[in-house]
Structure formats: structure tokens, C-alpha cells
């Protein structure tokens, strides 16, 4: 899958940045929260994503084929390019959706916000800024990018309504912090499972 690809394709020159982020920021939490404020895994976990996610999406739209340079600004131009299903369709039109859907789920989650629009006008600002970073670092400006980027981060903002509208009807355990805290770990863990294509089975 193109997903595990990209991440396969990431990991040897990001992981350095990823750990040394991650051990400044965990301690620098720690510090902060060493005291009377409350500790929150899941809410901390879910913070530490957001910042590697940030620093993987710099590395995607700033690191690969920067050769040429270009402006596209007839919308479709590109996507039509690609026959449905095969590779490149798959990278350059559903990747670059997918790309935007962790984008517009946090920022809905950190604004504590359901007016989808605000939250898709964050998301346009910054892909506009990366297609713009793209341009000046021999890349192409592409609206069809920003189009499908913005797609992807409504979507990310509509699973962020749909499941605050899941929770306001679960029952009380299942919104403690206790469960949520499991419940985040257990999809990190099977995120990794997925992203490193680890077969757990070999180790039983």
C-alpha cells in the first residue's frame, strides 16, 4: 500500500528528528506538568502525534522529486492524468487526500470546534503554504494539491463530529480517561503494527 511506502520510504532520514523531538517534548511536558496540573495520557499521546505527523507532512511535501518546478492552476488538469486504481492514482490522488485527513481531524480536536468551515479554512491556509514552499524549492504549485489536500481535511474534520457525536452516546466508563487512555494506546500500537508491517504472529 502506498501508505506503507511512504513510511518505509521516510523512516531512514527521519527517525533522528522524530526521537529527539519526541524526548524535548515529552520532557518538557513532564516538566510543565510536574505539580498540581493534571496528567492526561490519552490528551498527551494525541498531542505527540500532532507533532510528529507535522514533522512527517514537512517531510513528504518538501523531500521527493524536487527536480523542475511549475505552477498548475487549472483545476482537474492533474487529476485526470491517472487511470483509477493504478499507482500513481493512488499516490497522487488518494495520497494526497489522506495526506490532509489527520490535519483537519486536529485541528478540529484542538479548537474544540464542529463549524466545519472554520477548520477548512485552516486547512486551506496551510496547504496553500506548502504548495507555495513547494514552488520556491523546485517543485510544482498545484491546485489540484490544494483541492485534494482541502478534501482531506474535511474529512478529517467530519470523522472528528462524527465521533464526538459516537461519545456523547456511550456509556459513562467508556468516556473516562482510564478507557481512553487504553483506547489510544491500543491504536498506536496497531498503527505501528500496520505502518512497520510487523506479522505479531511470528513472535507467538
Same mark, same amino acid.
Given at each position: 500500500?502506498?501508505?506503507?511506502?511512504?513510511?518505509?520510504?521516510?523512516?531512514?532520514?527521519?527517525?533522528?528528528?522524530?526521537?529527539?523531538?519526541?524526548?524535548?517534548?515529552?520532557?518538557?511536558?513532564?516538566?510543565?506538568?510536574?505539580?498540581?496540573?493534571?496528567?492526561?495520557?490519552?490528551?498527551?499521546?494525541?498531542?505527540?502525534?500532532?507533532?510528529?505527523?507535522?514533522?512527517?507532512?514537512?517531510?513528504?511535501?518538501?523531500?521527493?522529486?524536487?527536480?523542475?518546478?511549475?505552477?498548475?492552476?487549472?483545476?482537474?488538469? /492533474?487529476?485526470?492524468? &491517472?487511470? #483509477? *486504481?493504478?499507482?500513481?492514482?493512488?499516490?497522487? $490522488?488518494?495520497? @494526497?487526500? =489522506?495526506?490532509?485527513?489527520?490535519?483537519?481531524?486536529?485541528?478540529?480536536?484542538?479548537?474544540?470546534?464542529?463549524?466545519?468551515?472554520?477548520?477548512?479554512?485552516?486547512?486551506?491556509?496551510?496547504?496553500?503554504?506548502? /504548495?507555495?514552499?513547494? &514552488?520556491? #524549492? *523546485?517543485?510544482?504549485?498545484?491546485?489540484?494539491? $490544494?483541492?485534494? @489536500?482541502? =478534501?482531506?481535511?474535511?474529512?478529517?474534520?467530519?470523522?472528528?463530529?462524527?465521533?464526538?457525536?459516537?461519545?456523547?452516546?456511550?456509556?459513562?466508563?467508556?468516556?473516562?480517561?482510564?478507557?481512553?487512555?487504553?483506547?489510544?494506546?491500543?491504536?498506536?500500537?496497531? *498503527?505501528?503494527?500496520?505502518?512497520?508491517?510487523?506479522?505479531?504472529?511470528?513472535?507467538?
Amino acid at each position: 500500500m502506498v501508505v506503507k511506502e511512504v513510511i518505509k520510504e521516510m523512516l531512514p532520514s527521519m527517525w533522528p528528528l522524530i526521537v529527539f523531538v519526541s524526548v524535548v517534548a515529552i520532557s518538557l511536558r513532564i516538566a510543565f506538568l510536574k505539580g498540581s496540573r493534571k496528567f492526561v495520557l490519552h490528551k498527551e499521546l494525541m498531542a505527540l502525534v500532532f507533532i510528529i505527523y507535522i514533522l512527517c507532512l514537512y517531510y513528504v511535501v518538501t523531500s521527493q522529486d524536487i527536480n523542475y518546478g511549475g505552477i498548475n492552476l487549472i483545476p482537474f488538469k /492533474e487529476m485526470f492524468r &491517472y487511470d #483509477i *486504481g493504478s499507482y500513481k492514482f493512488m499516490k497522487n $490522488i488518494i495520497g @494526497n487526500i =489522506l495526506l490532509f485527513v489527520p490535519y483537519g481531524f486536529f485541528s478540529s480536536y484542538y479548537l474544540n470546534n464542529r463549524k466545519i468551515g472554520t477548520n477548512v479554512l485552516l486547512c486551506l491556509i496551510a496547504t496553500f503554504c506548502i /504548495e507555495s514552499i513547494q &514552488y520556491y #524549492i *523546485g517543485r510544482v504549485f498545484d491546485i489540484d494539491d $490544494i483541492m485534494l @489536500n482541502v =478534501l482531506g481535511g474535511f474529512i478529517g474534520c467530519l470523522l472528528y463530529v462524527a465521533l464526538t457525536a459516537i461519545k456523547g452516546k456511550l456509556p459513562r466508563f467508556m468516556k473516562s480517561d482510564g478507557f481512553l487512555n487504553f483506547l489510544f494506546i491500543l491504536i498506536i500500537i496497531l *498503527g505501528i503494527i500496520f505502518g512497520f508491517n510487523i506479522n505479531i504472529f511470528s513472535y507467538i
